[in-house]
């Protein structure tokens, strides 16, 4: 593992003020158009809600209720430590306690929490943090703990986990990103068109966890719009030391080491985090639940997500609940296109496949992509590599994907780790 | 009522480029040399190149049946054609035809599909071919023409035909009367008899820089192979190598003795440099990865082919070269593998 040099802390001090590249990359089609043209809402309450007890890497949640029990909205229905806590989504009655598919990259079932909603949408009792302004920053990471937080960007990281390591670690600058990078997906981008002060004010409560001075937003440079809602939005007035930073779109130039190279010209260290530059990245969305966690008392329980692709028929985004089935989301969109190929939860670049539509919407759903037969290619049978090294010039990582690729073939792994396999 | 799906590994967008589009891509690059070759030396290289494909295809077709593996997408990747053609531009344009059939043996059944086949290749096939039978059949290989212009007689391609396949030629005089020593040769052979580079290079067989008719074609292959870079098939590591080393090597010799080494330039536009600095020692599959590997790797392939054309026995080495730089490559990429990001 490499470390971070203290002078190398210092340049990251200047993030932001000079705009670097990453090497390799791509330009991809944005077709995030096609998803921006409605405002948000909210769709009509499913017949089920499937909430899994498994949103991210670690251990299964423990269920806090039983078949039978009348929940409120809001209330806890899993919970195990360091995971962030899950919430019900809706008051009802929980149906079933069982093993479903659970919208994860494996595929696999998963014990899932299904809860019959009885409209009635009563919540438990709020409890906001009246004066977060003066509050102890260890009184902050509880309130976000219990509100079960976790990155929404994708990854589910506990965010009260995140702000601890940054806190203890003298972080100087909050990133945060709003560079959504993947082809089609444009829920962050209507989150921060449409509530650009809970942004600012999550960054506000973010920052002062940290004990950080700056706070960068970080958006891709053809969204002019969403630098102008930011930038004028009434808590934007009132904060200092924030800026909007524009950088180019290059696939995948929303990755967390990716961006911190942009912004600062420094590469996180070899199986280091971006906190050991004295930096830490939220994704914007995180912040915006921070903000509702805060002031508010909201626990996490919906999300901006986008329905999109030339497979759905009215492609648009919506503010859903965790748990809401997918087939329910892509109904509420009019329907599948004739022509639908594929279901991808996720961009199409790194996004995973669905199996079915019976699958929720959780934590980590930021897109629901359905795809049709001329979006993907027909399935043909797999050539040998010829070392083109088309892969090594776009490889973000510096890799030498063609050169992995033949000792995996070979069955040598050993020598995969010369190559970077397991560094990080 | 909830619906399923084919499920598929990411990325879900159809590839950018195939196997078939990079090979073909390289046979359009080649077309404007292949007709310059045609322009300056008749049509016997059509029918070699004919030939060598036909011979490439077949053997290609017995060993994918043999190994098991499945013919459609293996004989549509074009990879045997490039081979075939690469071979047929290195060969005399009047070489009898089984010379291509021992060639295409060697290439397709030996270099290729007995390494693993496809990507699976240590060696440049089309350079094992060409070095098998320029070993083995050293006269069938050497007999070469001169330019149309030059030509006592030039043959058409009946006549060509004739004596491609009888190995006789249709005209008065026979073979002496149709070919004539490669400006390299003639520069060889002048050097070691004692005679001054600048006199060597008053006959009419040298042009401005290399060989008549050799230096323009070499322009068309550089042109095809600028195609190559601008559509990203080739890196420009490995051509500026081969040729800046060719270059930068032979200016001091030409520089201290230009009676008995020829000058830079006519280096480079002699033999088969530029072709193989575009579009032989550019072989992904048996060249180097990094960018660094790749410049040590045509700087390798130019110093040996000088190295060859100075002192060893053969008028030209460039095919020796890559073959020995073929052999260096694996050991050249783990010493040059990139810095990985954070490292």
């Given at each position: 593992?490499?470390?971070?040099?203290?002078?190398?802390?210092?340049?990251?001090?200047?993030?932001?003020?000079?705009?670097?590249?990453?090497?390799?990359?791509?330009?991809?089609?944005h077709?995030?158009k096609?998803?921006?043209?409605?405002?948000?809402?909210?769709?009509?309450?499913?017949?089920v809600?499937?909430?899994?007890?498994?949103?991210?890497?670690?251990?299964?949640?423990?269920?806090?209720?039983?078949?039978?029990?009348?929940?409120?909205?809001?209330?806890?229905?899993?919970?195990?430590?360091?995971?962030?806590t899950?919430?019900?989504?809706?008051?009802?009655?929980?149906?079933?306690?069982?093993?479903?598919?659970?919208?994860?990259?494996?595929?696999?079932?998963?014990?899932?929490?299904?809860?019959?909603?009885?409209?009635?949408?009563?919540?438990?009792?709020?409890?906001?943090?009246d004066?977060?302004?003066?509050?102890?920053?260890?009184?902050?990471?509880?309130q976000?703990?219990?509100?079960?937080?976790?990155?929404?960007?994708?990854?589910?990281?506990?965010?009260?986990?995140?702000?601890?390591?940054?806190?203890d670690?003298?972080?100087?600058?909050?990133?945060?990103?709003?560079v959504?990078?993947?082809?089609?997906i444009?829920?962050?981008?209507?989150?921060?068109?449409?509530?650009?002060?809970?942004?600012?004010l999550?960054?506000?409560?973010?920052?002062?966890?940290?004990?950080?001075?700056?706070?960068?937003?970080?958006?891709?440079?053809?969204?002019?719009?969403?630098q102008?809602?930011?930038?004028?939005?009434?808590?934007?007035?009132?904060?200092?030391?924030?800026?909007?930073?524009?950088?180019?779109?290059?696939?995948?130039?929303?990755?967390?080491?990716?961006?911190?190279?942009?912004?600062?010209?420094?590469?996180?260290?070899a199986?280091?985090?971006?906190?050991?530059?004295?930096?830490?990245?939220?994704?914007?969305?995180?912040?915006?639940?921070?903000?509702?966690?805060?002031?508010?008392?909201?626990?996490?329980i919906?999300?901006?997500?986008?329905?999109?692709?030339?497979?759905?028929?009215?492609?648009?985004?919506?503010?859903?609940?965790?748990?809401?089935?997918?087939?329910?989301?892509?109904?509420?969109?009019g329907?599948?296109?004739?022509?639908?190929?594929?279901?991808?939860?996720?961009?199409?670049?790194?996004?995973?496949?669905?199996?079915?539509?019976?699958?929720?919407?959780?934590?980590?759903?930021?897109?629901?992509?359905?795809l049709?037969?001329?979006?993907?290619?027909?399935?043909?049978?797999?050539?040998?590599?010829?070392?083109?090294?088309?892969?090594?010039?776009?490889?973000?990582?510096?890799?030498?994907?063609?050169?992995?690729?033949?000792?995996?073939?070979?069955?040598?792994?050993?020598?995969l780790?010369?190559?970077?396999?397991?560094?990080? | 009522?909830?619906?399923?799906?084919?499920?598929?590994?990411?990325?879900?967008?159809?590839?950018?480029?195939?196997?078939?589009?990079?090979?073909?891509?390289?046979?359009?690059?080649?077309?404007?040399?292949?007709?310059?070759?045609?322009?300056?030396?008749?049509?016997?290289?059509?029918?070699?190149?004919?030939?060598?494909?036909?011979?490439?295809?077949?053997?290609?077709?017995?060993?994918?049946?043999?190994?098991?593996?499945?013919?459609?997408?293996?004989?549509?990747?074009?990879?045997?054609?490039?081979?075939?053609v690469l071979f047929?531009?290195?060969?005399?344009?009047?070489?009898?035809?089984?010379?291509?059939?021992?060639?295409m043996?060697?290439?397709?059944?030996?270099?290729?599909?007995?390494?693993?086949g496809?990507?699976?290749?240590?060696f440049?096939?089309?350079?094992?071919?060409?070095?098998?039978?320029?070993?083995?059949?050293?006269?069938?290989?050497?007999?070469?023409?001169?330019?149309?212009?030059?030509?006592?007689?030039?043959?058409?391609?009946?006549?060509?035909?004739?004596?491609?396949?009888?190995?006789?030629?249709?005209?008065?005089?026979?073979w002496?009367?149709?070919?004539?020593?490669?400006?390299?040769?003639?520069?060889?052979?002048?050097?070691?008899?004692?005679?001054?580079?600048?006199?060597?290079?008053?006959?009419?067989?040298?042009?401005?820089?290399?060989?008549?008719?050799?230096?323009?074609?070499?322009?068309?292959?550089?042109?095809?192979?600028?195609?190559?870079?601008?559509?990203?098939?080739?890196?420009?590591?490995?051509?500026?190598?081969?040729?800046?080393?060719?270059?930068l090597?032979?200016?001091?010799?030409?520089?201290?003795?230009?009676?008995?080494?020829?000058?830079p330039?006519?280096?480079?536009?002699?033999?088969?440099?530029?072709?193989?600095?575009?579009?032989?020692?550019?072989?992904?599959?048996?060249?180097?990865?990094?960018?660094?590997?790749?410049l040590?790797?045509?700087?390798g392939?130019?110093?040996?082919?000088?190295?060859?054309?100075?002192?060893?026995?053969?008028?030209?080495g460039?095919?020796?070269?890559?073959?020995?730089?073929?052999?260096?490559?694996?050991?050249?990429?783990?010493?040059?593998?990139?810095?990985?990001?954070?490292?």
């Amino acid at each position: 593992m490499t470390m971070a040099s203290s002078r190398q802390i210092e340049l990251a001090r200047e993030a932001g003020k000079r705009i670097h590249h990453f090497h390799g990359g791509l330009r991809l089609r944005h077709n995030k158009k096609i998803s921006c043209l409605d405002a948000v809402e909210r769709p009509p309450l499913p017949a089920v809600l499937v909430v899994p007890l498994l949103q991210h890497a670690g251990d299964v949640a423990e269920a806090l209720v039983h078949v039978g029990d009348t929940v409120l909205k809001g209330q806890p229905i899993g919970q195990c430590e360091p995971c962030a806590t899950i919430h019900s989504p809706v008051s009802g009655v929980i149906e079933s306690i069982e093993d479903r598919p659970m919208s994860h990259p494996s595929g696999q079932k998963g014990p899932c929490v299904v809860i019959r909603p009885d409209g009635k949408e009563q919540w438990i009792e709020l409890k906001p943090l009246d004066n977060w302004l003066d509050a102890d920053p260890d009184c902050l990471i509880t309130q976000i703990q219990s509100c079960g937080l976790a990155g929404l960007g994708g990854a589910v990281f506990p965010t009260h986990a995140k702000m601890r390591d940054g806190r203890d670690r003298k972080t100087h600058t909050l990133i945060l990103n709003g560079v959504e990078c993947e082809p089609y997906i444009s829920c962050d981008e209507m989150l921060m068109r449409e509530q650009p002060d809970k942004i600012i004010l999550g960054a506000r409560v973010l920052r002062r966890v940290l004990g950080a001075e700056h706070v960068i937003i970080a958006i891709e440079d053809q969204m002019g719009s969403v630098q102008r809602s930011l930038t004028a939005c009434a808590e934007f007035a009132e904060s200092e030391n924030i800026s909007v930073i524009k950088v180019p779109k290059i696939y995948p130039e929303g990755g967390e080491r990716q961006l911190v190279q942009v912004l600062t010209g420094l590469e996180v260290p070899a199986g280091g985090r971006p906190s050991d530059l004295g930096l830490i990245c939220q994704n914007v969305a995180t912040a915006a639940a921070v903000a509702e966690a805060v002031t508010e008392g909201k626990p996490l329980i919906e999300r901006y997500i986008t329905v999109t692709g030339n497979g759905v028929t009215h492609p648009r985004n919506y503010l859903a609940l965790f748990g809401t089935p997918v087939s329910h989301l892509v109904d509420c969109c009019g329907g599948y296109t004739a022509d639908v190929a594929r279901l991808v939860v996720g961009g199409p670049m790194m996004g995973y496949p669905l199996e079915s539509d019976s699958a929720p919407v959780v934590k980590a759903s930021n897109c629901i992509l359905a795809l049709s037969h001329q979006d993907i290619a027909e399935p043909q049978p797999e050539m040998p590599c010829i070392r083109c090294g088309e892969c090594a010039r776009v490889c973000p990582a510096m890799l030498l994907p063609q050169q992995l690729h033949l000792q995996i073939k070979n069955d040598l792994w050993k020598p995969l780790e010369e190559y970077g396999v397991g560094m990080h | 009522m909830t619906r399923s799906f084919q499920t598929s590994g990411a990325p879900h967008m159809p590839p950018q480029t195939t196997v078939a589009k990079v090979m073909l891509q390289v046979l359009l690059a080649l077309i404007p040399g292949v007709l310059a070759y045609v322009w300056f030396f008749g049509p016997g290289i059509l029918v070699q190149i004919t030939l060598a494909t036909i011979f490439a295809l077949l053997f290609e077709s017995l060993m994918l049946r043999w190994r098991g593996r499945p013919l459609k997408p293996f004989i549509n990747d074009y990879s045997a054609v490039v081979t075939a053609v690469l071979f047929a531009l290195c060969i005399p344009p009047l070489a009898p035809w089984w010379i291509s059939c021992v060639a295409m043996l060697f290439a397709i059944v030996f270099a290729k599909h007995l390494y693993g086949g496809l990507g699976q290749n240590v060696f440049n096939p089309a350079m094992v071919a060409y070095v098998v039978v320029l070993i083995s059949f050293p006269q069938a290989m050497t007999s070469w023409l001169p330019p149309v212009a030059l030509a006592e007689h030039s043959l058409g391609l009946a006549d060509t035909f004739v004596t491609i396949f009888t190995g006789k030629v249709p005209v008065p005089g026979g073979w002496d009367a149709v070919t004539q020593a490669t400006p390299l040769d003639t520069l060889k052979t002048g050097v070691d008899a004692g005679r001054m580079v600048p006199e060597i290079r008053n006959s009419p067989l040298f042009g401005d820089f290399g060989g008549r008719g050799w230096e323009w074609i070499a322009n068309w292959f550089a042109l095809g192979g600028i195609f190559l870079l601008f559509k990203r098939v080739i890196n420009w590591q490995v051509p500026v190598a081969v040729i800046g080393s060719v270059l930068l090597l032979s200016l001091p010799f030409w520089l201290l003795d230009p009676d008995s080494n020829p000058f830079p330039l006519q280096h480079v536009f002699s033999g088969a440099i530029v072709l193989a600095a575009f579009f032989i020692a550019t072989d992904p599959v048996s060249g180097c990865v990094s960018s660094r590997g790749r410049l040590i790797f045509g700087a390798g392939v130019g110093i040996i082919t000088l190295v060859i054309r100075r002192w060893g026995g053969y008028p030209d080495g460039i095919a020796f070269a890559v073959l020995l730089m073929n052999m260096a490559a694996p050991l050249i990429d783990r010493y040059t593998r990139p810095r990985i990001y954070g490292e």
